[in-house]
């Protein structure tokens, strides 16, 4: 089965411009969730879909990140305009739901330079 | 609120020497523990986790931890290091969400693993 996928690997943008990342989980997986981690401290919780609905957003950071995932497949998520703080990695995690031993399968994760 | 201590920033160690990483957390109810390995270019991998039952868990890789509620640790060990294991190494906790399986994770901030020959 192929893993959960995440592209762009690498993006640098200008402080100001857009970016948006992508995530495929793997096929069959309701639940996908966002993480991301800043340069040298701790992977922190974005956001949870249960399909496409929104089951938690209490880690979003602020209202210039908009996660969507449209007809509960991949998910994407949009930083606009960026900021020099929203540099780090994002990961990308899917499990199966009504499995409560189904473990998190994470993306290589986006590298995101803000500049 | 829950949160995870990984005291050790960086570890440097000797191929074929035993290791142990350490992991304290802080969690109000049953915490559910999980150690996850990042080598380079990689995403996290499981090495394992705890739910409940036996405090000394068993993982992949050769990788083994223990639970103890006690000193709310999760240390991880290993008794012989290859060079492979050089990676970073995160402690999370969280809880089940019943209905859907896995909840949000509180992850510490990693370890770096070193090997030296």
């Known amino acids: 089965e192929a893993g959960v996928t995440q592209f762009p690997s690498h993006s640098v943008i200008e402080k100001g411009q857009t970016v948006t990342l992508r995530c495929d989980p793997i096929s069959g997986h309701d639940n996908l969730y966002w993480y991301r981690r800043v340069m040298g401290k701790e992977i922190k919780f974005l956001l949870h879909f249960v399909k496409e609905s929104k089951q938690d957003e209490s880690g979003m950071p602020n209202n210039r990140f908009l996660a969507e995932r449209t007809g509960g497949t991949y998910s994407t998520l949009k930083v606009q305009p960026a900021e020099l703080e929203d540099s780090g990695v994002y990961f990308c995690?899917?499990?199966?739901?009504?499995?409560?031993?189904?473990?998190?399968?994470f993306g290589n994760g986006t590298r995101l330079t803000v500049t | 609120a829950q949160s995870v201590t990984q005291p050790d920033i960086h570890i440097t160690v000797s191929e074929g020497a035993s290791l142990e990483l350490r992991c304290n957390y802080s969690y109000g109810a049953t915490p559910y523990l999980f150690w996850y390995v990042q080598s380079p270019g990689q995403g996290l991998q499981l090495l394992l986790k705890?739910?409940?039952?036996?405090?000394l868990v068993q993982g992949i890789k050769g990788f083994e931890a223990e639970f103890k509620r006690s000193q709310s640790s999760f240390n991880l060990r290993k008794p012989s290091v290859h060079w492979s294991d050089a990676a970073e190494y995160f402690c999370a906790v969280g809880s089940l969400i019943s209905n859907f399986g896995n909840e949000k994770l509180t992850f510490g901030t990693g370890t770096r693993l070193t090997i030296i020959p």
């Open positions: 995690a899917s499990s199966r739901t009504g499995d409560v031993n189904s473990p998190l399968h």
């Open positions: 705890y739910f409940s039952g036996d405090t």
